[in-house]
């Protein structure tokens, strides 16, 4: 071994060392992965990366600034796809590798635990969070409508319309509750 590959070994132990020991500290004896959320953040990082390289090379210019309609359309599609696929019972399939099934949670939603073994904790966690997984959503919709701005309004106007359609099915259901105990 070389001095210079025996340098890299011994400083990538004390980065290794450095990150257990700030590991360690943060979590105060708690099971937090920070592990499994820095690699999360790496492949968001490359992820969004990936769609910023699509964009350039598509040579469509970026718009000054983001129309309201546009903010307001992809807040409403991200919330519903967002819910759609962190708690939906048919996209449960999606993510039964990664969670356990702990019961209902609101109507057609399901409550879901990440699985802690073989490193799948992160991986559930972020697909049984909405909040999480809204990062996720808004970015891919955006850059889908640098892209392809008419489909991409298309599905989010889908998105969106199912999202009030759900606002109206609750709303229909607490007035029908309230009609009926009357």
Known sequence: MDSETDSRSRSGARLHGLLRRTARRYSAGSEQSLGGYLATMAGFGAYTAAWATAVR???????????????????????????????????????????????????????????SEDGRETVGELLSCPFCLSVWVASTLTAAQLLWPRATRTVMGTFTALAGADALQLAYGVLMGKATRE
């Open 57 to 115: 090379l598509s040579g469509r210019p970026l718009p000054e600034r983001p129309e309201p309609w546009d903010v307001a359309l992809t807040s409403a599609a991200t919330f519903r796809l967002a819910r759609l696929l962190s708690k939906a019972s048919v996209t449960s399939p999606l993510r039964a590798p990664f969670t356990t099934y702990v019961g209902p949670q609101g109507p057609a939603e399901l409550h879901e635990e990440p699985r």
